[in-house]
């Protein structure tokens, strides 16, 4: 069974809180201010744009914004809860937590051998899933089963039963998650898409001690709680900025979750997939900050590894870090800080 941690114990392996620590955090912190960095967004490839973004609006789901690079053969789609309940309702695409973009490559939706990795099987297992949490999640399973939308696990699936997976047109893993106790919501028929979160977004990780701490002390993250399941040999982390003050868990954007399996660390030869070498599928998580020049000049002092750095290229507006696990970081710049720091 899961055992469920808060900050009030420290979680297996040891960790600290390595911003509290680590005096060169606080120095750096006079150059950007990592409390306003968000969690911006995670990037999926996808066969059939028009397919995937009827998916996610179906989940409710609003395009915020869109970009055609048509010299280079692809385009980008972002979608966001953006309904007047939603957490970000009307900022701007680069000044929110939960936006998911789907990048299409001109012509894949023709290919009838085209076919993307969903990151959970091999080759090419690495990024988990997604995740959105529901008000009713019975009633909203029901809603996707009655659309026609396939699932990896049913409610009614397994000894879980109150977490579902639902299937994207990709096989991409979306689980959907209850803001409200499934005991409660068991009767409830009707479901409210204005009310759902884009939660957080999983990926595997070979080391938790090592990834953890470049999360916490790199990239500015809170470790917010850990699930710990020693019987089945792995543990969950759930990382992000701060937001508001959401009810619960359930009710928050941008998590980061991090999923370790016990005993990857100890093999030299053990490796994840980073989605973007072949087979291809999942792209980046991207985190917009308040200073892109000060931000990218404080993870060069932390020694990161860089996928590009802001000089590299032709586009200067945008860099990628690598995490322990070579997953690559979009680094962006929060447009509506930029205008307060003018």
Same mark, same amino acid.
């Given at each position: 069974?899961?055992?469920?941690?808060?900050?009030?114990?420290?979680?297996?392996?040891?960790?600290?809180?390595?911003?509290?620590?680590?005096?060169?955090?606080?120095?750096?912190?006079?150059?950007?201010?990592?409390?306003?960095?968000?969690?911006? *967004?995670?990037?999926?490839?996808?066969?059939?744009?028009?397919?995937?973004?009827?998916?996610?609006?179906?989940?409710?789901?609003?395009?915020?914004?869109?970009?055609?690079?048509?010299?280079?053969?692809?385009?980008?789609?972002?979608?966001?809860?953006?309904?007047?309940?939603?957490?970000?309702?009307?900022?701007?695409?680069?000044?929110?937590?939960?936006?998911?973009?789907?990048?299409?490559? *001109?012509?894949?939706?023709?290919?009838?051998?085209?076919?993307?990795?969903?990151?959970?099987?091999?080759?090419?297992?690495?990024?988990?899933?997604?995740?959105?949490?529901?008000?009713?999640?019975?009633?909203?399973?029901?809603?996707?089963?009655?659309?026609?939308?396939?699932?990896?696990?049913?409610?009614?699936?397994?000894?879980?039963?109150?977490?579902?997976?639902?299937?994207?047109?990709?096989?991409?893993?979306?689980?959907?998650?209850?803001?409200?106790?499934?005991?409660?919501?068991?009767?409830?028929?009707?479901?409210?898409?204005?009310?759902?979160?884009?939660?957080?977004?999983?990926?595997?990780?070979?080391?938790?001690?090592?990834?953890?701490?470049?999360?916490?002390?790199?990239?500015?993250?809170?470790?917010?709680?850990?699930?710990?399941?020693?019987?089945?040999?792995?543990?969950?982390?759930?990382?992000?900025?701060?937001?508001?003050?959401?009810?619960?868990?359930?009710?928050?954007?941008?998590?980061?979750?991090?999923?370790?399996?016990?005993?990857?660390?100890?093999?030299?030869?053990?490796?994840? *997939?980073?989605?973007?070498?072949?087979?291809?599928?999942?792209? *980046?998580?991207?985190?917009?900050?308040?200073?892109?020049?000060?931000?990218?000049?404080?993870?060069?002092?932390?020694?990161?590894?860089?996928?590009?750095?802001?000089?590299?290229?032709?586009?200067?507006?945008?860099?990628?870090?690598?995490?322990?696990?070579?997953?690559?970081?979009?680094?962006?710049?929060?447009?509506?800080?930029?205008?307060?720091?003018?």
């Amino acid at each position: 069974m899961f055992t469920i941690r808060n900050l009030t114990r420290t979680p297996r392996p040891t960790l600290f809180n390595y911003k509290l620590f680590n005096p060169e955090s606080r120095s750096l912190a006079t150059m950007t201010d990592t409390s306003k960095y968000r969690f911006n *967004h995670s990037m999926l490839r996808v066969k059939d744009p028009q397919a995937s973004i009827k998916f996610y609006e179906f989940l409710g789901m609003k395009q915020i914004n869109h970009m055609d690079f048509p010299d280079n053969k692809f385009s980008l789609y972002f979608l966001a809860y953006d309904d007047k309940n939603s957490a970000s309702t009307g900022a701007h695409w680069s000044d929110r937590q939960g936006v998911l973009e789907l990048t299409h490559n *001109h012509g894949s939706e023709n290919d009838p051998n085209f076919k993307i990795a969903n990151g959970n099987s091999e080759p090419g297992k690495g990024f988990g899933h997604l995740c959105v949490a529901v008000d009713n999640i019975q009633a909203a399973c029901t809603r996707l089963e009655e659309a026609g939308y396939k699932f990896q696990k049913k409610l009614s699936d397994g000894r879980m039963r109150h977490i579902a997976f639902a299937l994207d047109p990709d096989s991409y893993w979306v689980e959907i998650i209850g803001q409200n106790d499934s005991e409660k919501t068991k009767d409830v028929k009707e479901t409210d898409t204005g009310s759902y979160r884009f939660n957080h977004t999983m990926i595997r990780v070979k080391d938790a001690e090592k990834s953890l701490k470049f999360y916490q002390e790199t990239m500015g993250m809170t470790l917010i709680r850990t699930n710990e399941n020693p019987d089945n040999k792995f543990n969950l982390y759930f990382l992000g900025y701060p937001e508001g003050s959401p009810a619960t868990q359930a009710h928050r954007e941008g998590l980061l979750e991090l999923t370790w399996n016990y005993g990857t660390e100890k093999d030299p030869d053990f490796k994840y *997939h980073d989605g973007n070498a072949e087979p291809q599928g999942f792209g *980046h998580i991207a985190v917009s900050v308040d200073d892109i020049d000060k931000a990218c000049a404080r993870f060069e002092e932390k020694g990161v590894n860089w996928k590009k750095r802001l000089t590299d290229g032709r586009m200067k507006n945008v860099a990628f870090v690598l995490d322990p696990d070579g997953y690559w970081i979009e680094v962006i710049q929060n447009e509506r800080l930029k205008k307060s720091n003018l």
